[in-house]
T-cell receptor, first 115, second 113 residues
């Protein structure tokens, strides 16, 4: 069975602190894709990043970085020097190549950045 | 470029009433999806479509019906609303399976009393 676990329901940090959002996934498929989406207080869902199962290279985009480790089935998201605008709910998702119905979302982590 | 547009944004129904949520995308995407979002449960797939004229059940299809008569539109219907269907509904589309990200609409907040 496929599953995505975001164990951190809520995180609150002070602005400029670094914060890591955890994502652990389960699948027996060898080809899959991992995604992070952001849902700010306005409610829309925005795509942040995609990783495929064959590419474990970490990625950095400005203050955002993602660490993909197949050995621990994790795809963690780190925000460096957090800002109030980073306050949002963040969802990790697992897409299996095989089926449109196999897009599994984690339950989300609500991140609050205090000024 | 509008992307994915959902209407309406808000709706209040009484138990037993029916309604249709409309989703329109202008990106020529083949795949379209309806999700519901409930607190602490992430997004759950209701129905999806892999192309014009096709629909399929997702994780939580009971109480909903869908239609995709045109490639750009995906309609979600509630025939007899129940309080358990109070939720935020998101439509999404994607270019292909697997590696394509989902493009979401802004959501519809539905309350059933």
């Amino acid at each position: 069975a496929q599953k995505v676990t975001q164990a951190q329901t809520e995180i609150s940090v002070v602005e400029k602190e670094d914060v890591t959002l955890d994502c652990v996934y389960e699948t027996r498929d060898t080809t899959y894709y991992l995604f992070w989406y952001k849902q700010p207080p306005s409610g829309e869902l925005v795509f942040l990043i995609r990783r495929n199962s064959f590419d474990e290279q970490n990625e950095i985009s400005g203050r955002y970085s993602w660490n993909f480790q197949k050995s621990t089935s994790s795809f963690n998201f780190t925000i460096t020097a957090s800002q109030v605008v980073d306050s949002a709910v963040y969802f990790c998702a697992l897409n299996l190549y095989s089926s449109a119905s196999k897009i599994i979302f984690g339950s989300g982590t609500r991140l609050s950045i205090r000024p | 470029n509008a992307g994915v547009t959902q209407t309406p944004k808000f709706r209040v129904l009484k138990t037993g009433q029916s309604m249709t949520l409309l989703c329109a995308q202008d990106m020529n995407h083949e795949y379209m999806y309806w999700y519901r979002q409930d607190p602490g449960m992430g997004l759950r797939l209701i129905h999806y479509s892999v192309g014009e004229g096709t629909t399929a059940k997702g994780e939580v299809p009971d109480g909903y019906n869908v239609s995709r008569l045109k490639k750009q539109n995906f309609l979600l219907g509630l025939e007899s609303a129940a309080p358990s269907q109070t939720s935020v509904y998101f439509c999404a589309s994607s270019l292909s399976l697997g590696d394509s990200p989902l493009h979401f609409g802004n959501g519809t907040r539905l309350t059933v009393t």
